[in-house]
């Protein structure tokens, strides 16, 4: 048997790679990031095919980058690329020449490949052929594609109840695959239909949608130059959306002053090199920031309530000309309530709580008295927080005081990770669908499809590891290495029956598995996709609500890989068999027969396959947008929460997990984090130097780091402290290293996000190192 449960570093490798420190970069992109993204996608790929990938990602007509969600330009699109260096690490990845064939499985042990780091595991190459793992045995080893369909359905057939089956998506699942994958789901019994976005924006998801009516962000990339004011807050665009850049330095030419809220100085909040400007090229540098505000981590709300507790007094001098008293009075409900409350606040506090100081609160305030076209943006630096929804919510109270969502130029920006998360979840991605949607399903295919919620991503983990779900299916993705508290979720996914990933690269997920595990390999979006000797397009939804159609251009590298389409409908064949209500040879003929679907079943899809192939796609309906908000009562809502208080020992320190410059959520690509000037090495730790001080630690020391939540001791062994400027009390990991001591119990209120960026650690000096 593969007992990977006794080796050593399984969940989480504890090898040392070499650390070399450098400076942190003053600014993002320029000729580095050129150099970096050719380096990577001819080294993979070589020089035609990876050029040839690089030239149709992102341009009409061509394919999405399976990367981040990031909108492309509605108007014409550069010709020299509209791509960055994480894109095209994404493709070069993607388009490799290496394949694991069966003689690789062959020659290495699941046990011997769990060893491997993430970065090591992910080097190997595109997976060629379905592999099987027997139970008991210690190399996956091939099946036909027919006798793996076979096996899913048997084992999900025999299940006591559809609910014992748990069916995860990675944001990377084109609509047309989600969609169905949804409603095979359904008609097999189940809403257990967990996905990435349970990890990241489904905070921003309810608090948007319980103020505003929408779970979507309202504005379009046109806005942000249009914007006389943007701010940015837990997010890091120069690593994570780094296009992102491009608009912030056009609103910048037009005009717009930018307000950067993070623990952390990131390099692409400050300058930026746009190499497709001579100016990039040449090395001169944009600055970006005028205002850094460098918060104590979970200290967003206390500042944005001490911003708006400014701007009530500003507006006590002018009255009416600091809120949009017309705005508020006709769109908006509980201002007087919030303004009582917003009176009782201390802003010596609040300074307090979130480490600005009361001058630099004041720089805001005045800032943003006069202005009405704002935009706030942000990402898992707010979501992953206990009080996640309620900071959220500030942020709509501050741009509803200055009536700033609903017109050009403004309204909320919450910006997506994983390319089509947005769209998984309009496709029907989802453990609690509305009424509305099943509905609609049932009017549609003719079956009830089950109203009972399923479980999210915290739930599936528990519902495993407690025995009341025994089969894993995921669609995309890496699960235990996104996901929070590595050896509880690893323990989950052993105890499974069946694990299934659809993949096409080999990653931790295959090597911790269940009794029986399948990889089935999937072409990537660069792939050509051939049906009935015609090329198949599939269509994505960016952050901003554009769909737009996806179509691979290179040769895949075996004749054995399946689209995930053509999976899922083979999957709903060999389980539902004679009890489908489903007609799943519809859809294998021609993809727009899934689309037609589509747009039977869900709004805003209207004449999907036409528009669909109009360059640049269309626009899904956004009602925050037009002015209105889809809530019961039809006006958008103030909230009224309290500060959230994180109580640290004397010794504790306040943890977030972040990514490096050399990655996508958990793809890694390298060691490097050159923006921060970390080569060579991912166990490091950064922390405030007096905090260092206070611990009698130096740089180059090793440390153990602990977190107890809910009397569970959790380690993550042997990393290297580095001095960095964070405030004090706070420090910063690696993800997903350290997802080690990510407690699956605490997550965010109402959003069950696991609380990733808040985590009470402390650190232990390792002696002898
Ligand atoms: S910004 Fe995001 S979508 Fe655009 S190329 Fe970079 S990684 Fe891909």
Same mark, same amino acid.
């Given at each position: 048997?593969?007992?990977?449960?006794?080796?050593?570093?399984?969940?989480?490798?504890?090898?040392?790679?070499?650390?070399?420190?450098?400076?942190?970069?003053? *600014?993002?992109?320029?000729?580095?990031?050129?150099?970096?993204?050719?380096?990577?996608?001819?080294?993979?790929?070589?020089?035609?095919?990876?050029?040839?990938?690089?030239?149709? @990602?992102?341009?009409?007509?061509?394919?999405?980058?399976?990367?981040c969600a990031?909108? &492309?330009?509605?108007?014409?699109?550069?010709?020299?690329?509209?791509?960055?260096?994480?894109?095209?690490?994404?493709?070069?990845?993607?388009?490799?020449?290496?394949?694991?064939?069966?003689?690789?499985?062959?020659?290495?042990?699941?046990?011997?490949?769990?060893?491997?780091?993430?970065?090591?595991?992910?080097?190997?190459?595109?997976?060629?052929?379905?592999?099987?793992?027997?139970?008991?045995?210690?190399?996956?080893?091939?099946?036909?594609?027919?006798?793996?369909?076979?096996?899913?359905?048997?084992?999900?057939?025999?299940?006591?109840?559809?609910?014992?089956?748990?069916?995860?998506t990675s944001g990377r699942t084109?609509?047309?695959?989600a969609?169905?994958?949804?409603?095979?789901?359904?008609?097999?019994?189940?809403?257990?239909?967990?996905d990435c976005s349970n990890m990241c924006h489904e905070?921003?998801?309810?608090?948007?949608?319980?103020?505003?009516?929408?779970?979507?962000?309202?504005?379009?990339?046109?806005?942000?130059?249009?914007?006389?004011?943007?701010?940015?807050?837990?997010?890091?665009?120069?690593?994570?959306?780094?296009?992102?850049?491009?608009?912030?330095?056009?609103?910048? !030419?037009?005009?717009?002053?930018?307000?950067?809220?993070?623990?952390?100085?990131?390099?692409?909040?400050?300058?930026?090199?746009?190499?497709?400007?001579?100016?990039?090229?040449?090395?001169?540098?944009?600055?970006?920031?005028?205002?850094?505000?460098?918060?104590?981590?979970?200290?967003?709300?206390?500042?944005?309530?001490?911003?708006?507790?400014?701007?009530?007094?500003?507006?006590?001098?002018?009255?009416?000309?600091?809120?949009?008293?017309?705005?508020?009075?006709?769109?908006?409900?509980?201002?007087?309530?919030?303004?009582?409350?917003?009176?009782?606040?201390?802003?010596?506090?609040?300074?307090?709580?979130?480490?600005?100081?009361?001058?630099?609160?004041?720089?805001?305030?005045?800032?943003?008295?006069?202005?009405?076209?704002?935009?706030?943006?942000?990402?898992?630096?707010?979501?992953?927080?206990?009080?996640?929804? +309620?900071?959220?919510?500030?942020?709509?109270?501050?741009?509803?005081?200055?009536?700033?969502?609903?017109?050009?130029?403004?309204?909320?920006?919450?910006?997506r990770g994983h390319s089509n998360v947005q769209g998984d979840r309009t496709?029907?991605i989802?453990?609690?669908?509305?009424?509305?949607?099943?509905?609609?399903?049932?009017?549609?295919?003719?079956?009830?499809?089950?109203?009972?919620?399923?479980?999210?991503?915290?739930?599936?983990?528990?519902?495993?590891?407690?025995?009341?779900?025994?089969?894993?299916?995921? @669609?995309?993705?890496?699960?235990?290495?996104?996901?929070? &508290?590595?050896?509880?979720?690893?323990?989950?996914?052993?105890?499974?029956?069946?694990?299934?990933?659809?993949?096409?690269?080999?990653?931790?997920?295959?090597?911790?598995?269940?009794?029986?595990?399948?990889?089935?390999?999937?072409?990537?979006?660069?792939?050509? &996709?051939?049906?009935?000797?015609?090329?198949?397009?599939?269509?994505c939804e960016n952050s901003?609500?554009?769909?737009?159609?996806?179509?691979?251009?290179?040769?895949?590298?075996?004749?054995?890989?399946?689209?995930?389409?053509?999976?899922?409908?083979?999957?709903?064949?060999?389980?539902?068999?004679?009890?489908?209500?489903?007609?799943?040879?519809?859809?294998?003929?021609?993809?727009?027969?899934?689309?037609?679907?589509?747009?039977?079943?869900?709004?805003?899809?209207?004449?999907?396959?036409?528009?669909?192939?109009?360059?640049?796609?269309?626009?899904?309906?956004?009602?925050?947008?037009?002015? !209105?908000?889809?809530?019961?009562?039809?006006?958008?809502?103030?909230?009224?929460?309290?500060?959230?208080?994180?109580?640290?020992?004397? &010794? +504790?320190?306040? @943890?977030?997990?972040?990514?490096?410059?050399?990655?996508?959520n958990?793809?890694?690509?390298?060691?490097?984090?050159?923006?921060?000037?970390?080569?060579?090495?991912?166990?490091?730790?950064?922390?405030?130097?007096?905090?260092?001080?206070?611990?009698?630690?130096?740089?180059?020391?090793?440390?153990?780091?602990?977190?107890?939540?809910?009397?569970?001791?959790?380690?993550?062994?042997?990393?290297?402290?580095?001095?960095?400027?964070?405030?004090?009390?706070?420090?910063?990991?690696?993800?997903?290293?350290?997802?080690?001591?990510?407690?699956?119990?605490?997550?965010?209120?109402?959003?069950?996000?696991?609380?990733?960026? !808040?985590?009470?650690? *402390?650190?232990?000096?390792?002696?002898?190192?």
């Open positions: 048997m593969s007992d990977n449960k006794n080796t050593p570093g399984a969940e989480n490798p504890e090898h040392f790679t070499g650390l070399h420190l450098g400076h942190i970069k003053k *600014s993002a992109a320029g000729i580095p990031a050129i150099v970096e993204s050719i380096k990577q996608v001819v080294g993979e790929a070589g020089a035609v095919r990876g050029l040839k990938a690089l030239n149709h @990602m992102n341009q009409k007509g061509g394919f999405d980058c399976p990367s990031w909108p &492309d330009p509605d108007d014409d699109r550069s010709t020299l690329g509209e791509y960055c260096e994480n894109g095209a690490k994404a493709v070069a990845e993607e388009a490799t020449l290496k394949k694991l064939t069966p003689e690789f499985f062959a020659e290495n042990s699941v046990q011997d490949l769990a060893a491997l780091t993430d970065y090591e595991i992910g080097r190997k190459g595109r997976i060629a052929q379905p592999m099987f793992l027997p139970h008991g045995g210690t190399h996956y080893q091939p099946i036909t594609w027919d006798d793996a369909f076979h096996k899913i359905g048997a084992t999900l057939n025999k299940l006591s109840s559809p609910n014992e089956a748990i069916f995860y084109s609509n047309e695959a969609f169905l994958y949804q409603l095979f789901v359904r008609a097999y019994g189940t809403n257990n239909l967990p905070s921003s998801g309810v608090a948007l949608g319980e103020s505003l009516g929408i779970g979507k962000g309202s504005v379009k990339l046109e806005d942000f130059y249009e914007a006389e004011v943007i701010i940015i807050l837990g997010q890091n665009p120069g690593t994570n959306h780094p296009r992102m850049l491009t608009a912030l330095q056009k609103a910048k !030419a037009n005009g717009a002053r930018i307000i950067a809220v993070n623990p952390l100085p990131e390099t692409g909040l400050m300058g930026f090199n746009n190499p497709q400007s001579v100016k990039g090229l040449l090395g001169m540098d944009i600055h970006l920031t005028d205002i850094f505000l460098p918060v104590i981590i979970n200290g967003d709300m206390a500042l944005l309530k001490a911003v708006e507790y400014y701007l009530w007094q500003h507006e006590q001098r002018e009255p009416g000309k600091v809120f949009d008293r017309n705005f508020i009075e006709h769109n908006t409900v509980d201002f007087d309530a919030f303004i009582n409350d917003l009176q009782q606040q201390n802003p010596e506090q609040l300074a307090k709580a979130c480490g600005i100081s009361l001058p630099q609160i004041r720089e805001v305030a005045d800032l943003l008295k006069d202005k009405t076209k704002i935009i706030a943006c942000w990402a898992m630096g707010l979501t992953q927080h206990v009080n996640a929804v +309620d900071t959220i919510k500030e942020i709509v109270n501050l741009l509803l005081l200055k009536g700033s969502i609903g017109k050009p130029g403004a309204g909320t920006c919450p910006v496709m029907g989802f453990e609690k669908p509305s009424e509305q949607f099943l509905d609609s399903i049932a009017a549609n295919f003719h079956f009830t499809p089950p109203n009972k919620h399923g479980y999210d991503v915290v739930e599936a983990i528990k519902a495993m590891h407690g025995g009341k779900a025994s089969v894993f299916i995921a @669609m995309g993705g890496n699960f235990l290495s996104a996901t929070p &508290d590595t050896l509880y979720t690893a323990a989950a996914l052993r105890k499974c029956l069946l694990t299934v990933h659809v993949s096409t690269k080999l990653n931790r997920s295959h090597l911790v598995h269940g009794h029986e595990a399948l990889i089935l390999p999937c072409l990537g979006r660069s792939d050509k &996709d051939l049906v009935n000797g015609e090329e198949q397009i599939v269509s901003m609500g554009v769909v737009q159609l996806s179509k691979g251009v290179l040769h895949p590298v075996s004749d054995q890989l399946l689209s995930e389409p053509v999976i899922v409908c083979r999957l709903a064949k060999a389980t539902l068999g004679n009890r489908s209500p489903i007609n799943w040879d519809n859809y294998l003929q021609h993809y727009d027969q899934i689309r037609e679907d589509i747009e039977r079943t869900i709004p805003g899809f209207g004449d999907y396959n036409k528009r669909l192939r109009d360059p640049g796609g269309f626009y899904l309906p956004n009602c925050n947008r037009d002015g !209105a908000f889809n809530t019961t009562s039809k006006k958008a809502h103030f909230n009224i929460a309290p500060i959230h208080t994180i109580h640290l020992h004397e &010794d +504790d320190l306040l @943890m977030m997990t972040i990514r490096s410059h050399d990655q996508f958990t793809t890694i690509y390298g060691l490097n984090d050159r923006y921060r000037g970390i080569y060579k090495e991912r166990r490091v730790i950064l922390m405030n130097q007096g905090d260092m001080d206070r611990r009698n630690l130096k740089q180059g020391d090793v440390v153990d780091i602990y977190n107890h939540h809910g009397g569970v001791e959790r380690v993550a062994h042997k990393f290297i402290v580095v001095p960095y400027p964070i405030p004090p009390t706070c420090a910063a990991t690696y993800f997903p290293e350290t997802n080690v001591l990510v407690p699956v119990n605490n997550v965010a209120k109402k959003s069950n996000t696991p609380v990733s960026k !808040a985590v009470i650690i *402390s650190v232990k000096k390792v002696s002898g190192e």
